[in-house]
Nanobody
Framework: QVQLVESGGGLVQPGGSLRLSCLAS????????MGWYRQAPGKQRELVAT???????RYADSVKGRFTVSRDNAKNTVDLQMNSLKPEDTAVYYC??????????????WGQGTQVTVSS
């Protein structure tokens, strides 16, 4: 089973930057789409960014132009560079790995999350 561990969260002032990293327990980048999700207090978990095995990326409208997702196959990691952070970015950020095994079925693995707090 794939295990994911996030790191890099913390407290940052508005306008600041953080870089989150997700380490996988095995080499999954040849097959899995990797993603970052977040959940703020009182809100549903939402997609932040994804990056496919082919390197295609997708971002939530709220983070476009500010966040960048990338992967490093050699290190077996996926990162999320977050710039120009806003208070509304405050949330627990989760790493996700998805394997599409069928057209109608996918297998998802989740990290335990890392807290990002944007506040002055």
């Amino acid at each position: 089973q794939v295990q994911l561990v996030e790191s890099g969260g913390g407290l940052v002032q508005p306008g600041g930057s953080l870089r989150l990293s997700c380490l996988a327990s095995e080499n999954i980048f040849s097959r899995y789409t990797m993603g970052w999700y977040r959940q703020a207090p009182g809100k549903q978990r939402e997609l932040v960014a994804t990056i496919t095995s082919g390197g295609s990326t997708r971002y939530a409208d709220s983070v476009k132009g500010r966040f960048t997702v990338s992967r490093d196959n050699a290190k077996n990691t996926v990162d999320l560079q977050m710039n120009s952070l806003k208070p509304e970015d405050t949330a627990v950020y989760y790493c996700n790995a998805r394997l599409q095994v069928l057209a109608t079925r996918a297998i998802d693995y989740w990290g335990q999350g890392t807290q990002v707090t944007v506040s002055s």
